[in-house]
T-cell receptor
Framework: DTAVSQTPKYLVTQMGNDKSIKCEQNLGHDTMYWYKQDSKKFLKIMFSYNNKELIINETVPNRFSPKSPDKAHLNLHINSLELGDSAVYFC??????????FGSGTRLTVV | GDSVTQMEGPVTLSEEAFLTINCTYTATGYPSLFWYVQYPGEGLQLLLKATKADDKGSNKGFEATYRKETTSFHLEKGSVQVSDSAVYFCALSASGGSYIPTFGRGTSLIVHP
């Protein structure tokens, strides 16, 4: 039973399109996150929600919009996709200071 | 602000060699320290953690000791296997309630048979 699941695993799309990535966790964690990992494996936090409330909103283009309908779900919508958005996007969840549980990632390729 | 510095990779070893991946940190207060591992095509997995000075985290033959005096949390394993080939991330989670970790840039480990 997957703890943090995100879909789709792969996403290939053209520049200018709008796409969404979904994330769900069944761990009962209060906090969820979106991270972007570039081709050099560098991890950059994008957003964090605690119990459906946005608590971190890093310097990310406003084309990226997170939505948390409940504390088990955190989706990421991206408008007007650009070539530079190509990366692997990871959803994660945590409870207090116990460390993160990551999803398996969504590899986004913009062509 | 908080930061984590890891040794640059890739680290290339033969099977059964001893592994050390260095990690040092800068943080105010008393952070918790973590090592995560990312196998090819997968997400990060928590490998081990330590929450206070002199604590030793261990898992799957890997160990790391929280050294406050040297602000370090080096990852070690006595005998690596080919299956240990992955990217390893050191991270800290600052005290004070936010629990948002700061990650190092990752160190790639390649183990040859």
């Amino acid at each position: 039973d997957t703890a943090v699941s995100q879909t789709p695993k792969y996403l290939v799309t053209q520049m200018g399109n709008d796409k969404s990535i979904k994330c769900e966790q069944n761990l009962g964690h209060d906090t969820m996150y979106w991270y972007k990992q570039d081709s050099k494996k560098f991890l950059k936090i994008m957003f964090s929600y605690n119990n459906k409330e946005l608590i971190i909103n890093e310097t990310v283009p406003n084309r990226f919009s997170p939505k948390s309908p409940d504390k088990a779900h955190l989706n990421l919508h991206i408008n007007s996709l650009e070539l530079g958005d190509s990366a692997v996007y990871f959803c994660a969840s945590s409870q207090w200071d116990d460390g993160y549980t990551f999803g398996s990632g969504t590899r986004l390729t913009v062509v | 602000g908080d930061s984590v510095t890891q040794m640059e990779g890739p680290v290339t070893l033969s099977e059964e060699a001893f592994l050390t991946i260095n990690c040092t940190y800068t943080a105010t207060g008393y952070p918790s320290l973590f090592w995560y591992v990312q196998y090819p095509g997968e997400g990060l997995q928590l490998l081990l953690k330590a929450t206070k000075a002199d604590d030793k985290g261990s898992n799957k033959g890997f160990e790391a000791t929280y050294r406050k005096e040297t602000t370090s949390f080096h990852l070690e394993k006595g005998s690596v296997q080919v299956s240990d080939s992955a990217v390893y991330f050191c991270a800290l989670s600052a005290s004070g309630g936010s629990y948002i970790p700061t990650f190092g840039r990752g160190t790639s480990l390649i183990v040859h048979p």
